[in-house]
């Protein structure tokens, strides 16, 4: 396992990226910060130390791994009409000038926010520092931050780069990503951000040079270095990737984009473009403490309509679902709305415009919000409260029976990709069967799943992640090629599986609960399915199911774990493949829900 972007595609994070950063499922704060600047809540709270102290400049770092930090300053001041002001800079991905907004100044302690963003930060006065003390919280998780009075120098001007240079990155046998770099000189001096168009991801520079035609990008965020040759005549920039989570270096070629010329864009023909045919809500719903943000599309027309809640797969997934490109849940909701059933998809906690903490969630915490979005549809006048259904996936697969079993008023529910054994069993086939895709030697796949099954045995039993961690580097160290691979890898992959998500994932047996459902199921598994495989997940689901006689369990041919179309099943393929759900799984699973709520196909 690679921890790899947040992609959200399946029962684990899989070996796929090759812009991957050294944090892990559980470290959402690296995820935050690495992808966009969402925004800053922020309280100096001063001991000893008047308001006007707080205003200047600012300097800190956010320590986001053992490996990375992210420097970051904060500027305040009066404005013109005397109230406080003041922006907010992400130095390491060159995001500049952000506004703060409703600055207040009592008891000597500071606040501003930028009001959009689930993040604070609250400290004290240190003396002995000569700065401000505290943590900064953002999506549940929290960071140790001191501000200390200072201006950041602008980054160097780097002349003859300016411009966009377009590549493709092998990542593994069969999969590329591809690249797109942006280099843009202004007041901060030069900036550049590297774009992959495929995880649709944006990561900034965090510094740049050039020394004749030898070019060096470093991106902190990520643990990566490009260095190349500069070619002045054919515009490429020809030199070498490396990076803290891959195991060696890969070549890289850059071409300077022409004028007239546009990024390669992924072709997703099944994404719907508005105006759509239907009504789109956007929506809140409460789940105790946790308010989840959600996007409700409903037919045309009064109701009440039959309805489905969306319950996506592991990693911090927004309501789409999206994986390289793909749009996965707005897919569904489109296809399944425009036939007469509204469609509710949201953002599961601690992602999106969602409150709560994701690093600290397991799947009970994610099967008690699905079934807060079940009954936030049964209140509404326009929903049939009576027909109500779930559809999950992958992870989201393994939720849905533990909310039907919880909750009888659910109508129905369809697994896709769901599992029929636990989450160890799922992990170690799954292992087994991307390495044989990538190419790796039956020894080497031997070896690689040794290895596995020791660690996810070590999660499952120990419950004190610092000791399940020490354990695991010993028995890391003891693999003779575990010398050639950098310590920051070897870190990522223990901090990676060695969470309370993953404990409880790898001894959670859906077996037992699927025995108790009691309403319409339909479980469907891709026969090229790599992640929640066929022939070890059908034959359980079958036998769990055997005593509801409202239940169907398909193979559909030719798929993989997302429902597309595949040629070998590998996730290498994912993003090279247009279409997002086949057609065949969407028929299924409209004349399939049609038949339980009694709705006309349109």
Same mark, same amino acid.
């Given at each position: 396992?690679?921890?790899?972007? $947040?992609?959200?595609?399946?029962?684990?994070?899989?070996?796929?990226?090759?812009?991957?950063?050294?944090?892990?499922?559980?470290?959402?704060? /690296?995820?935050?910060? $690495?992808?966009?600047?969402?925004?800053?809540?922020?309280?100096?709270?001063?001991?000893?130390?008047?308001?006007?102290?707080?205003?200047?400049?600012?300097?800190?770092?956010?320590?986001?791994?053992?490996?990375?930090?992210?420097?970051?300053?904060?500027? =305040?001041?009066?404005?013109?009409?005397?109230?406080?002001?003041?922006?907010?800079?992400?130095?390491?991905?060159?995001?500049?000038?952000?506004?703060?907004?409703?600055? !207040?100044?009592?008891?000597?302690?500071?606040?501003?926010?930028?009001?959009?963003? +689930?993040?604070?930060?609250?400290?004290?006065?240190?003396?002995?520092?000569?700065?401000?003390?505290?943590?900064?919280?953002?999506?549940?998780?929290?960071?140790?931050?001191?501000?200390?009075?200072?201006?950041?120098?602008?980054?160097?001007?780097?002349?003859?780069?300016?411009?966009?240079?377009?590549?493709?990155?092998?990542?593994?046998?069969?999969?590329?990503?591809?690249?797109?770099?942006?280099?843009?000189?202004?007041?901060?001096?030069?900036?550049?951000?590297?774009?992959?168009?495929?995880?649709?991801?944006?990561?900034?520079?965090?510094?740049?040079?050039?020394?004749?035609?030898?070019?060096?990008?470093?991106?902190?965020?990520?643990?990566?270095?490009?260095?190349?040759?500069?070619?002045?005549?054919?515009?490429?920039?020809?030199?070498?990737?490396?990076?803290?989570?891959?195991?060696?270096?890969?070549?890289?070629?850059?071409?300077?984009?022409?004028?007239?010329?546009?990024?390669?864009?992924?072709?997703?023909?099944?994404?719907?473009?508005?105006?759509?045919?239907?009504?789109?809500?956007?929506?809140?719903?409460?789940?105790?403490?946790?308010?989840? /943000?959600?996007?409700?599309?409903?037919?045309?027309?009064?109701?009440?309509?039959?309805?489905?809640?969306?319950?996506?797969?592991?990693?911090?997934?927004?309501?789409?679902?999206?994986?390289?490109?793909?749009?996965?849940?707005?897919?569904?909701?489109? +296809?399944?709305?425009?036939?007469?059933?509204?469609?509710?998809?949201?953002?599961?906690?601690?992602?999106?415009?969602?409150?709560?903490?994701?690093?600290?969630?397991?799947?009970?915490?994610?099967?008690?919000?699905?079934? /807060?979005?079940?009954?936030?549809?049964?209140?509404?006048?326009?929903?049939?409260?009576?027909?109500?259904?779930?559809?999950?996936?992958?992870?989201?697969?393994? =939720?849905?029976?533990?909310?039907?079993?919880?909750?009888?008023?659910?109508?129905?529910?369809?697994?896709?990709?769901?599992?029929?054994?636990?989450?160890?069993?799922?992990?170690?086939?799954?292992?087994?069967? =991307?390495?044989?895709?990538?190419?790796?030697?039956?020894?080497?796949?031997?070896? !690689?799943?040794?290895?596995?099954?020791?660690?996810?045995?070590?999660?499952?039993?120990?419950?004190?992640?610092?000791?399940?961690? /020490?354990?695991?580097?010993?028995?890391?160290?003891?693999?003779?090629?575990?010398?050639?691979?950098?310590?920051?890898?070897?870190?990522?992959?223990?901090?990676?599986?060695?969470?309370?998500?993953?404990?409880?994932?790898?001894?959670?047996?859906?077996?037992?609960?699927?025995?108790?459902?009691?309403?319409?199921?339909?479980?469907?598994?891709?026969?090229?399915?790599?992640?929640?495989?066929?022939?070890?997940?059908?034959?359980?689901?079958?036998?769990?199911?055997?005593?509801?006689? +409202?239940?169907?369990?398909?193979?559909?041919?030719?798929?993989?774990?997302?429902?597309?179309?595949?040629?070998?099943?590998?996730?290498?393929?994912?993003?090279?493949?247009?279409?997002?759900?086949?057609?065949?799984?969407?028929?299924?699973?409209?004349?399939?829900?049609?038949?339980?709520?009694?709705?006309?196909?349109?």
């Amino acid at each position: 396992m690679v921890p790899g972007l $947040a992609l959200g595609d399946g029962l684990s994070d899989p070996p796929i990226g090759a812009m991957v950063r050294p944090t892990t499922r559980g470290r959402t704060m /690296a995820r935050h910060l $690495a992808g966009w600047i969402a925004g800053l809540l922020m309280m100096l709270a001063a001991q000893s130390v008047s308001a006007q102290q707080a205003a200047g400049d600012w300097l800190g770092g956010l320590a986001v791994s053992p490996t990375v930090t992210l420097h970051v300053a904060v500027h =305040i001041h009066k404005d013109a009409t005397g109230a406080n002001a003041g922006t907010f800079d992400s130095l390491d991905q060159a995001v500049y000038g952000l506004p703060l907004g409703d600055i !207040s100044m009592v008891g000597g302690s500071l606040a501003f926010a930028i009001p959009t963003l +689930h993040a604070a930060y609250a400290a004290t006065w240190d003396a002995a520092a000569h700065g401000w003390t505290g943590q900064w919280t953002q999506g549940g998780g929290s960071l140790a931050l001191t501000l200390t009075p200072g201006k950041a120098p602008d980054a160097p001007v780097i002349t003859g780069l300016d411009g966009d240079w377009d590549g493709a990155l092998t990542v593994t046998a069969g999969m590329k990503l591809r690249l797109a770099l942006h280099v843009e000189t202004g007041a901060h001096g030069t900036v550049a951000r590297l774009r992959s168009i495929d995880q649709q991801t944006t990561v900034a520079v965090s510094s740049l040079s050039r020394d004749g035609d030898k070019v060096r990008l470093g991106l902190t965020v990520i643990g990566a270095v490009f260095e190349a040759g500069l070619d002045p005549k054919s515009q490429t920039l020809t030199g070498t990737w490396k990076q803290d989570a891959m195991p060696a270096p890969v070549p890289l070629v850059l071409t300077r984009r022409t004028a007239g010329q546009v990024e390669a864009a992924q072709k997703r023909p099944q994404t719907p473009v508005k105006p759509y045919p239907y009504r789109e809500e956007t929506v809140v719903f409460d789940d105790g403490p946790v308010k989840l /943000a959600a996007t409700l599309t409903l037919p045309q027309g009064a109701g009440p309509f039959p309805a489905v809640v969306l319950v996506s797969g592991s990693g911090p997934n927004t309501r789409n679902e999206p994986i390289l490109g793909h749009q996965i849940f707005l897919v569904l909701a489109d +296809h399944f709305t425009r036939r007469g059933i509204a469609v509710l998809r949201y953002d599961k906690r601690g992602t999106g415009l969602s409150t709560g903490a994701y690093a600290k969630a397991t799947t009970q915490d994610f099967a008690d919000d699905a079934d /807060a979005a079940a009954a936030y549809l049964r209140g509404r006048k326009d929903i049939n409260p009576a027909k109500v259904g779930m559809i999950g996936h992958s992870e989201g697969g393994l =939720i849905v029976p533990m909310v039907a079993v919880a909750d009888p008023k659910i109508d129905f529910i369809v697994m896709m990709a769901g599992p029929g054994v636990d989450g160890a069993k799922v992990l170690s086939e799954q292992g087994r069967l =991307i390495g044989k895709a990538m190419g790796l030697s039956d020894e080497k796949v031997a070896e !690689s799943a040794a290895v596995r099954d020791r660690m996810i045995a070590i999660v499952r039993a120990e419950k004190d992640p610092e000791v399940a961690a /020490a354990k695991m580097r010993a028995i890391i160290a003891a693999v003779p090629k575990a010398k050639d691979v950098p310590p920051a890898v070897i870190e990522a992959q223990i901090a990676a599986i060695n969470t309370d998500w993953f404990r409880y994932f790898f001894n959670y047996d859906p077996a037992p609960t699927l025995r108790k459902v009691r309403c319409p199921v339909l479980a469907m598994i891709g026969s090229k399915d790599l992640q929640a495989p066929p022939d070890q997940n059908l034959p359980a689901l079958r036998a769990a199911l055997a005593q509801n006689p +409202h239940a169907e369990v398909d193979e559909l041919p030719g798929l993989n774990h997302l429902f597309q179309t595949a040629k070998t099943g590998a996730v290498g393929e994912y993003g090279d493949i247009e279409e997002t759900i086949a057609p065949v799984a969407l028929d299924k699973m409209t004349g399939w829900i049609v038949k339980q709520v009694g709705a006309p196909a349109r």
